[in-house]
């Protein structure tokens, strides 16, 4: 347990659902990110939120929405995705600067 | 772009060491990691490289070498459970927190 959870573990979804994943710290972070993590693909950094401001965005369609209410929680919110979006999403945490980072369990996501 | 390069597959015998290589091409540089990564499981932090020279944390050492773009993780004493994949990550100034992956060893620890 690495003190970042996420819920739901795992979600299947239509092309046109619309649904979000959530993400917890209480660890004290200020730093949130959104991972995406693809089969035989490295790690790819989606979303970066510092002090519940979006620092970085790498070139993410628009049918993934983050939000950041306050430096615990992080939401990506879904539409219209598309199956090739199928992946494990993992959010983590580090405090500004740090050269850690703490990873959730992921949301495995399947679009069907 | 921004790139590193890692061997996708390792198996060594159970007590043995095995080192997995990492080489980047990135834009910046600020630091190297490595995260291991079981079967389902988050990735978990191993070490961290700002420097040149060697980092050791138990069974686990890690090295950079920043002139050659290149570090690598050594892991000694195997064990079946360090059976997992392993990534090395680069982190991008100005900050220390990794932001660019490799795409994985997955290692194969066998009695």
């Known amino acids: 347990e690495t003190g970042v959870t996420q819920t739901p573990r795992h979600l299947v979804m239509g092309m046109t659902n619309k649904k979000s994943l959530k993400c917890e710290q209480h660890?004290?972070?200020?730093?949130m990110y959104w991972y995406k993590q693809s089969a035989k693909k490295p790690l790819e950094l989606m979303f970066v939120y510092n002090f519940k401001e979006q620092t970085e965005n790498n070139s993410v369609p628009s049918r993934f929405s983050p939000e950041c209410p306050n430096s615990s929680h992080l939401f990506l919110h879904l539409h219209t995705l598309q199956p090739e979006d199928s992946a494990l999403y993992l959010c983590?945490?580090?405090?500004?600067?740090?050269?850690?980072?703490?990873f959730g369990p992921g949301t495995r996501l399947t679009v069907l | 772009g921004q790139s590193l390069e890692q061997p996708s597959e390792v198996t060594a015998v159970e007590g043995a060491i095995v080192q997995i290589n990492c080489t980047y091409q990135?834009?910046?540089?600020?630091?190297l990691s490595w995260y291991q990564q079981h079967d389902g499981g988050a990735p978990t932090f191993l070490s961290y490289n700002g420097l040149d020279g060697l980092e050791e944390t138990g069974r686990f050492s890690s090295f950079l070498s920043r002139s050659d773009s290149y570090g690598y993780l050594l892991l000694q004493e195997l064990q079946m459970k360090d059976s997992a994949s392993y990534f090395c990550?680069?982190?991008?100034?100005?900050?220390?927190?990794?932001?660019?992956f490799g795409k994985g060893t997955r290692l194969s620890v066998i009695a």
């Open positions: 990135t834009s910046g540089f600020y630091g």
């Open positions: 983590a945490s580090s405090p500004p600067l740090y050269n850690e980072q703490f």
């Open positions: 660890l004290g972070h200020n730093a």
């Open positions: 990550a680069v982190s991008l100034p100005p900050g220390n927190t990794p932001l660019v």
